[in-house]
C-alpha cells in the first residue's frame, strides 16, 4: 500500500511557472509506475505524465502531446517525493491535478493508489 499527498496548486497567470509535489508514505524508488492526471470541470480524468522504473536506473518518462516540453515529471528518492514542473502554462491547464501509483512490478498506470488532489489555476 502507499498513501499519496498532492500539494503545490494555485492560481498562476499564462506563461507562469508552478510545480506540483506527490509525497508517498513508503521509498518511491520501490514504486513500479507513478503518474500525473487530471480533471478539468466537465471533462474526463486525463493522463499528464508518467515515470515508470526501467531496466537501468533511468525510468522511463510519457507525456501527454499538449504537455510536451512544458511539463516535466521526476523523482527524489531522498525525501519520496514524485514533482510535475509546469512551465508556460495555459488557461487550457486549469484542473484538478491528481497523483497515482502502480506500486507492484508488472502493474499498469492508472494504479489503484490516488491522491486527494490539487487545484490548478491559469487566468489572468
Known amino acids: 500500500q502507499v498513501q499519496l499527498v498532492e500539494s503545490g496548486g494555485g492560481l498562476v497567470q499564462p506563461g507562469g511557472s508552478l510545480r506540483l509535489s506527490c509525497s508517498a508514505s513508503?521509498?518511491?524508488?520501490?514504486?513500479?509506475?507513478m503518474g500525473w492526471y487530471r480533471q478539468a470541470p466537465g471533462k474526463e480524468r486525463e493522463l499528464v505524465a508518467t515515470?515508470?522504473?526501467?531496466?537501468?536506473?533511468?525510468?522511463?518518462?510519457k507525456y501527454a502531446d499538449s504537455v510536451k516540453g512544458r511539463f516535466s515529471i521526476y523523482r527524489d528518492g531522498t525525501v519520496n517525493t514524485l514533482y510535475l514542473q509546469m512551465n508556460s502554462l495555459e488557461p487550457e491547464d486549469t484542473a484538478v491535478y491528481y497523483c497515482?501509483?502502480?506500486?507492484?512490478?508488472?502493474?499498469?498506470?492508472?494504479?489503484?493508489?490516488w491522491g486527494q488532489g490539487t487545484q490548478v489555476t491559469v487566468s489572468s
Open positions: 515515470i515508470t522504473s526501467g531496466a537501468t536506473s533511468i525510468p522511463n518518462r
Open positions: 513508503r521509498n518511491i524508488l520501490t514504486i513500479n509506475a
Open positions: 497515482n501509483a502502480a506500486p507492484r512490478s508488472g502493474d499498469s498506470l492508472p494504479g489503484d493508489y
